[in-house]
């Protein structure tokens, strides 16, 4: 299922700005709203403290454990969220409910004060869920987030004729946003973009190939670009390459921003129609990509990260390359029977259409099928140790290993939000699904490859995943000017980019 969850240290992508998830600004939040909710509770009225008091505890208490029901009855937390989140979270219902019991009999002070602490605790509910996820890293992020602001390299659709024959003179690729025609699917989606490298806009350039970037439940499709820092990465391959890289097209999976449809064709949309169908074609006819599937692939983060390997299994006759950042064993949204009542309108011949393993059991051997799986070894029962990286070719090993990794994020703690029922409820389902899909793969000649590293399940593992994979997928997709490429080797990976770097990929090998 899906995706989100915790965050640590600084994004290797960052930009400037003031932090939200590390520094001083979180824990000042949470600082002011402590003591704002503890000058509104603490009182000497008996009756108060006889039972006002107790009742708000109560209240909280209730809270909480609805909140967790709620998580765990929806599969979005099979590893344990951070203590902190259950505690604002109990502690802005108790905050509510003493706003209630105490608003006629207090002076208009105490009312500001004790009103005052329910929005401030809801605030540090939000500030430790985005610690947890990732998904704002900074003020300047969110709030250019929040305001629909532009993105990087953004152009309008009109301005690419004018563009034409200014690639070699170009620092960085263009942005245009997209409305694809739903033609086969019927899929109602959100707007999408299109990224294309400064060689698209070469006169007589050969076709440039194309990866499909899927985010994860409950996602924008922009979120690749403003979180992952996707463009960032494609534009700093591009500069070492000669302006060359993948068109990178950002798809929405869900169509609207709670609705997971794990890609598949469903009551939720027929999302696997759209993506194979409609968005190939239009790509193909309006931005002149590369039809050829050894020219396609498809980048997933964590649900989106159960598609790339579901389609690409699916269908190697549109898409050879995959790359499945902490996905899942399956599209899920629960267990098997839930997944099959709510994904599937409880149709089980659905849920083995769509199922990755039953569709390699059934498979012929795959001619030129290729992934790359990568998962988090700080999340409790992964793979690999801390801060390092380990890589196994297959599923039984033998390839190279060890390596201090190259992913900024290095505190210790557990994943979280995104669960993975999968994995019944057992944290590090992930490198489990990730260890059982590339054996399965294997057995049916996908050449696939196991990586972890340091980090969690955040946007920010995903955007460091994406940029260690990209030279192998330039490759993999014969990106003209782009040699060569094998999963990098230990040595490369100690001389990986400091933490706190900005996300470069290394130059191809």
């Known amino acids: ?47 108060w403290l006889c039972w006002r008091l107790p009742a708000m505890a109560v209240f909280g208490a209730a809270a909480v454990l609805l909140s967790r029901y709620y998580f765990a009855a929806n599969g979005l937390a099979s590893d344990p969220a951070p203590v902190s989140l259950w505690i604002w979270t109990g502690l802005t219902a108790a905050a509510a409910l003493g706003v209630a019991l105490g608003w006629r009999d207090t002076g208009w002070a105490r009312r500001g004060t004790a009103a005052l602490a329910v929005p401030l605790s809801l605030l540090c509910v939000g500030v430790v869920l985005n610690d947890w996820v990732g998904y704002f890293p900074t003020v300047t992020e969110a709030w250019s987030q929040l305001t629909a602001g532009p993105l990087p390299d953004q152009v309008d659709a009109a301005q690419l004729t004018a563009l034409a024959g200014t690639g070699a003179s170009m620092r960085t690729g263009r942005l245009v946003a997209v409305t694809i025609p739903a033609t086969d699917s019927h899929f109602s989606h959100r707007t999408e973009y299109v990224y294309l490298p400064p060689a698209w ?141 709510k994904l599937y309108g409880g149709d089980a011949a659905a849920w083995a259409t769509f199922d990755p393993l039953t569709v390699l059991a059934g498979h012929a051997r795959y001619a030129d099928t290729a992934g790359w799986f990568d998962n988090a070894a700080d999340s409790p029962g992964s793979a690999g140790s801390w801060g390092g990286r380990a890589h196994r070719r297959g599923p039984g090993g033998g390839g190279p290993g060890g390596g201090p990794g190259n992913f900024a994020n290095r505190a210790g703690g557990t994943a979280g939000y995104g669960g993975r029922p999968d994995g019944g409820d057992q944290p590090g389902a992930e490198a489990a699904a990730a260890s059982q899909l590339c054996a399965a793969a294997t057995a049916k000649g996908i050449d696939c490859t196991l990586h972890t590293q340091a980090g969690r399940h955040s946007w920010q593992f995903a955007s460091a995943a994406f940029s260690d994979a990209l030279p192998w997928l330039a490759s993999r997709l014969d990106l003209p000017g782009a040699p060569s490429t094998p999963p990098p080797s230990a040595a490369a990976l100690h001389a990986a980019p400091a933490p706190g770097a900005l996300a470069s990929v290394p130059p191809a090998r």
Not at 13 to 34: D, K, M, R, Y
Not at 275 to 292: C, G, I, N
Not at 316 to 335: K, Q, R, W
């Open 1 to 47: 299922m899906s995706q989100l969850s915790q965050s640590a240290g600084a994004p290797r992508f960052a930009g400037h700005g003031l932090s939200l998830l590390t520094g001083w600004l979180p824990l000042t939040v949470q600082i002011v709203a402590g003591l704002v909710l503890l000058a509104a509770i603490v009182r000497r009225d008996r009756r």
């Open 201 to 341: 806009f070469d006169s007589g350039r050969p076709a440039l190939p194309a990866l499909m970037m899927i985010s994860g439940e409950f996602n924008t499709p922009a979120d690749w670009i403003r979180v992952g820092g996707a463009v960032r990465t494609a534009d700093s391959f591009a500069a070492q390459h000669g302006g060359v890289a993948p068109v990178l097209v950002f798809v929405d999976s869900g169509g609207s921003f709670n609705n997971d449809t794990e890609c598949v064709d469903g009551p939720r949309g027929n999302v696997a129609e759209y993506l194979t169908k409609d968005v190939p074609s239009y790509l193909e006819s309006q931005f002149r990509v590369a039809t050829a599937p050894t020219r396609w692939g498809i980048v997933g983060w964590s649900a989106g990260g159960t598609c790339a390997v579901d389609l690409a299994v699916m269908h190697p006759e549109l898409f050879g390359t995959f790359l499945d950042i902490a996905g899942d064993l399956g599209p899920n949204v629960g267990s098997k029977d839930t997944t099959i009542a």
